[in-house]
């Protein structure tokens, strides 16, 4: 591996089309930034799929690199906070919307967005996190910051056969919270109960016109899909419980009413990932390395692809056909 020419999956729309590849690139044809690390690990989310293919409007400049996650080794930094040879990873922070991304063997990053590796874990294994197992750490961050603890009752976990969240249920249960997952995909609640949920139940649980209040059932949740189900979680939890939104798989509508705010104190907390403060990023992947590291971490990577293979893996993510992690081995991981 050159530093001088190295190998980029490059999104690109001009007078020819949309259209992305590898490419062979310099540094100085990467978006600037303080640090520049050499990408040993990457993975494959949804968005990436999307940004791949062009069923997404997720760049908005363009040519760009791909990939939205990146774990690697720093080689040159201007930023006293990062050192060559440290191990790093980046997460989100606009990677492959208006910076590029992790789709290469070389990436320049804005010093604020590394992360140092966490201690206890690979880059591998924060790779096979990504931005699913950040988000739902971060949720979890959010509501214990609102006051959310066990005591309150089951959390629920919709779209738990995602990528979020059968991330999750593993990082909700090994934080001890007793996990409920909600899922439309039956023939994966085996592997929903090793991943530690309690019990797994499907879409139907959730009313699809739930009146402004239903009977208590969840002291929580963690919604992936929007819609009517975020509505019904929200009428179904108990009082000064907190349901987290990051996610839109169903609809980008809400079909709500105050009532579960102003009668049972309910919160419904954003969850944001791409734009998450600093001093947040550090404290999720510290409780992600720690108290909230889930068991069956390399149970959930269900696949481990080589750099040139991923423009092969788009399709399949696009068809509703993956399910769990994809890490994406750019290099050796010295």
């Known amino acids: 591996m050159q530093r001088d020419r190295f190998k980029a999956f490059r999104i690109h729309s001009d007078a020819t089309g949309y259209h992305a590849g590898f490419e062979d690139l310099t540094l100085d044809q990467l978006t600037a930034g303080e640090v520049t690390v050499r990408v040993a690990w990457s993975s494959v989310n ?24 990146l774990a690697g ?6 930023d006293t906070r990062h050192r060559a040879s440290d191990t790093v990873l980046v997460t989100g922070c606009g990677l492959s919307e208006t910076r590029d991304g992790g789709y290469a063997e070389f990436a320049r990053m804005a010093a604020n967005d590394v992360i140092p590796l966490p201690a206890g874990m690979t880059p591998r294994e924060t790779m096979i996190h990504g931005t699913a197992g950040f988000t739902a750490g971060l949720a979890l961050l959010r509501m214990q910051q609102n006051d959310q603890h066990p005591d309150l009752g089951p959390i629920a976990i919709t779209g738990a056969s995602g990528g979020v969240g059968m991330l999750a249920v593993a990082i909700f249960a090994r934080a001890g919270y007793t ?9 994966h609640a085996d592997f929903l109960r090793q991943l530690g949920a309690a019990e797994v139940l499907p879409r139907t649980t959730l009313p699809m016109e739930s009146r402004p209040l239903e ?8 919604d992936t899909v929007g819609g009517p189900a975020l509505a019904a979680l929200l009428a179904c939890c108990t009082p000064y419980g907190s349901v987290a939104s990051c996610g839109l798989a169903a609809s980008h509508a809400l079909p709500t009413t105050v009532m579960p705010f102003i009668i049972r104190g309910v919160s419904l907390l954003g969850v944001a990932s791409a734009s998450t403060p600093r001093a947040q ?7 992600l390395a720690t108290d909230w590291r889930p068991h069956a971490l390399d149970a959930i990577a269900t696949r481990e692809i080589a750099f040139a293979q991923l423009p092969d893996v788009f399709s399949g993510y696009l068809a509703g056909q993956a399910f769990g992690r994809t890490v994406v081995r750019v290099a050796d991981d010295t």
């Open 179 to 187: 996990v409920h997952a909600i899922s439309g995909k039956p023939e």
């Open 215 to 222: 009977s208590v059932r969840f002291g929580g949740a963690l």
């Open 281 to 287: 990023r550090l404290a999720v992947w510290q409780h």
């Open 46 to 69: 949804y968005k990436d799929a999307l940004a791949a293919t062009g069923q997404g409007k997720i760049l908005r400049r363009f040519p760009l690199v791909g990939g939205i996650d």
């Open 73 to 78: 080794h720093v080689v040159d930094s201007s």
